[in-house]
């Protein structure tokens, strides 16, 4: 006779119930503004409720085209500049970091401490001499400033993880290689880039983010409402001084500018979890 | 064993490849900056409406002046000026600008902003313009900056909820009070007479100027007594105490035109700048009105300001500052423009203004053009400036009146570490 095995269903469903609850209370401010950007701009305030009542479309039709560009243009630049910004990312960071992981050269070490300290240089300090460069080389109201720099390496953030990772990669693939006759590129191209697909994948995702996300580089930067990104548009909606502010389609265009990133999260959500423990990257 | 047969990167390509990426980005842009000497570029800061009628208004300029081409740049006003201070760094800010007097004297310390007495009476007609409008921007023989509106500071008042009580006729500090209080009982809990107006530092200067004293005296001291600030922050808490005002916890949600105890009909009075009854009523079923603010009991001045708190400038770096004042003169001069502006730059900045907008103004937007016009009849021509330090005061009036409201500083100690931080900030 085996013991009667203890009824685990009430805790198990005591454990959901919290948190399923807790989900729920996290995502509120989410729900809440999918639930505002149905409602008519006057009783998003008045009425706190999530179900919408009454229901209307409005601000979607009308927020689409309410800045005399439709959204989708905003959305199509915000596009090209996370594209071109993953490109450089993965281009430039994986390079530089093979060099830091694997050769050696002259003041090597003193490179990458120089390298790890502009993490610590917020982007506040830097920006004055920037923008005077790029303006003296002509490219204020372009998208190169936001973009060229993801060529060569300036985000040390990545590189510094992909250095970490690189380091873990047996150095008995390399030789191999090299018995094979591979130089120091073709080791990198065939042997390095291919295994460092996890880390390559944390990078692409966190400078899709961080792109699709930023606001002040593009401030700065783009000048022409042609230009504007679709953080950039989504600003435009509102304005704390002159009471013209529309919630409504601010709210609707926020859901539109949301989904991608959260089609994104439940496409790569397993590559995300595995990156995220291969990496030891936390937070 | 053989090397492996393999189309791989070398050296050469890689650089190739890094080299024609960036090439390539470089080409596609193909935005060269041109040197056009009739191309200018304008901004301002504001709301989808101001961006919307100021493009309207442009076009009419370059449709009358096809030699000019004007390229826009605008954004909402925190944004306008996250971004500013960079162009003029880097030498691109907008040959034409709105300011505002927030942070207006702060350019003009620093030498910034374009000397336009060159322009005014040639490209520049300022005869149209209310008295104050050019001379606040003037700093000796130079004039900085134009103003392009008036506003002045204003009750707005539900209309059913005030005659309920009573009504605003020769409206005292008292009357204004028992007023308030009257209205915050009647509704039961959680209802107010008016919004807290003791953080409000345009309104302090009206109190102060009742009493023949001013906001600044100088460019770096304060115009009032500590006792004037007492006595005012005395009345508000007075306000709350009895439901006149809301507590500075219900104050504290109620930032932004949407949470105003007035909108969400928590209170029946609202202390505001005269075209915000525009953007109240928008979001009100039940009636707006204007009234000036309270006097008091037997004064003679109502001390009630008027004046430019937005300009035109153009930035001492611009190069073509012809083609910008002209562009200034077309928005505050030509018909056309008025007419397509409205009231979304303020309020009318000379008659002329003043009698195109009456022809078009809704029901809200025609209150404020005769309130306006009804309190250019008192107010003195001569109107004070803000000076630089002007916002940081404001936020520490705000929060100052905040801890007398949470019993945290008496009004006497308030008002005291008030004229110690403006010692600090003006110094």
Redesign the interface.
Same mark, same amino acid.
């Given at each position: 006779m085996h013991p009667a095995k203890p009824n685990r269903l009430p805790a198990t469903l005591l454990r959901h119930a919290i948190l399923i609850a807790l989900a729920i209370l996290m995502s509120y401010p989410l729900l809440w503004m999918i639930s505002s950007s149905f409602k008519p701009e006057h009783v998003i305030f008045s009425e706190p409720g999530l179900l919408p009542d009454p229901f209307t479309l409005t601000n979607y039709i009308a927020g689409w085209t309410k800045l005399g560009l439709p959204f989708a243009a905003f959305m199509l630049n915000s596009v090209i500049i996370c594209v071109l910004c993953i490109l450089g990312n993965l281009f430039s960071c994986t390079l530089a970091a093979y060099a830091f992981a694997r050769l050696e050269f002259p003041f090597s070490k003193a490179a990458f401490a120089i390298m790890l300290l502009t993490i610590m240089l917020p982007f506040h300090v830097t920006v004055l001499p920037q923008y005077i460069m790029f303006q003296k080389l002509g490219a204020v109201n372009t998208i190169i400033p936001l973009v060229l720099p993801k060529f060569f390496a300036v985000d040390a953030f990545f590189v510094f993880l992909l250095v970490q990772f690189i380091r873990g990669i047996p150095r008995d693939l390399d030789q191999a290689a090299e018995i094979d006759g591979t130089n120091k590129y073709q080791t990198f191209w065939y042997i390095i880039f291919p295994l460092c697909r996890p880390a390559l994948v944390i990078v692409a995702i966190f400078t899709f983010l961080w792109t699709w996300n930023d606001f002040f580089g593009q401030l700065i930067y783009l000048t022409q409402t042609q230009n504007y990104t679709a953080s950039l548009a989504l600003n435009l909606f509102i304005d704390a001084t002159s009471g013209e502010s529309a919630w409504g389609m601010l709210f609707a265009m926020s859901v539109v500018t949301l989904t991608p990133i959260f089609v994104l999260f439940v496409l790569f959500q397993r590559q995300l979890a595995d990156g995220i423990a291969t990496t030891g990257l936390k937070g | 064993? =053989?090397?492996?047969n393999?189309p791989?990167?070398?050296?050469r390509d *890689?650089l190739k @490849? =890094?080299v024609g990426?960036?090439a390539a *980005?470089?080409l596609s &842009?193909s935005? %060269?900056?041109l040197a056009d000497s009739t191309s200018i570029k304008a901004g301002w800061?504001?709301? !989808?409406? &101001?961006?919307?009628r100021m493009q309207k208004a442009i076009a009419q300029f370059t449709a009358k002046n096809p030699d000019i081409a004007v =390229? @826009?740049? %605008?954004?909402? %006003?925190?944004?306008f000026y996250?971004?500013l201070p @960079?162009e003029y760094?880097?030498? &691109?800010a907008p040959d034409m600008h709105r300011h505002s007097m927030t942070y207006l004297f702060d350019y003009v310390k620093r030498g910034l902003l374009a000397d336009l007495s060159p322009f005014i009476g040639k490209s520049i007609d300022i005869s149209a313009l209310y008295p104050g409008v050019v001379e606040i921007g003037k700093d000796g023989d130079q004039v900085h900056a134009i103003g392009n509106n008036q506003i002045a500071v204003a009750l707005f008042y539900n209309k059913a909820k005030v005659a309920a009580a009573g009504s605003l006729d020769n409206l005292t500090w008292d009357g204004f009070r028992d007023l308030a209080i009257k209205i915050g009982k009647a509704g039961g809990a959680n209802s107010y007479g008016t919004n807290d107006g003791g953080g409000f530092f345009a309104f302090l200067e009206l109190f102060v100027t009742q009493r023949g004293k001013s906001l600044y005296s100088g460019d770096n001291a304060l115009g009032f007594e500590p006792k004037d600030l007492v006595d005012w922050l005395d009345y508000w808490e007075s306000m709350r105490k009895d439901q006149g005002a809301p507590p500075p916890s219900v104050t504290a949600e109620s930032a932004?035109? !949407?949470?105003a105890p007035l909108v969400?009909g928590t209170a029946a009075m609202q202390v505001g700048w005269s075209q !915000?009854i @525009? %953007?109240?009523q928008? *979001?009100m079923q039940d009636e707006l009105d204007i009234h000036a603010c309270p006097v008091p009991a037997g004064a003679a001045d109502n001390g009630h300001l008027i004046r430019a708190l937005d300009f035109w400038v153009v930035p001492e770096g611009s190069r073509n500052k012809e083609a910008a004042a002209k562009l200034v003169n077309f928005l505050l001069n030509d018909e056309g423009a008025l007419a397509t502006l409205g009231l =979304?730059l303020g309020g009318p900045a000379s008659d002329k203004a003043a009698s195109v907008l009456a022809k078009t103004a809704d029901v809200p937007s025609g209150k404020v053009l005769t309130y306006l016009a009804d309190l250019r009849g008192h107010a003195p021509s001569a109107t004070p400036r803000w000076i630089s330090g002007h916002g940081e005061l404001e936020s520490t009036l705000n929060r100052l009146n905040a801890s007398v409201g949470f019993g945290q500083a008496t009004p006497q100690a308030a008002a005291d570490s008030f004229f110690t931080e403006a010692k600090r900030i003006l110094g």
């Open positions: - | 064993m =053989s090397r492996p393999m791989g990167l070398n050296r *890689l @490849v =890094s990426g960036a *980005l470089w &842009t935005n %060269f900056a800061y504001g709301g !989808q409406d &101001t961006h919307d =390229s @826009v740049e %605008f954004a909402p %006003f925190a944004e996250d971004r @960079v760094s880097g030498g &691109t932004g035109f !949407q949470n969400k !915000q @525009v %953007f109240y928008a *979001l =979304s």
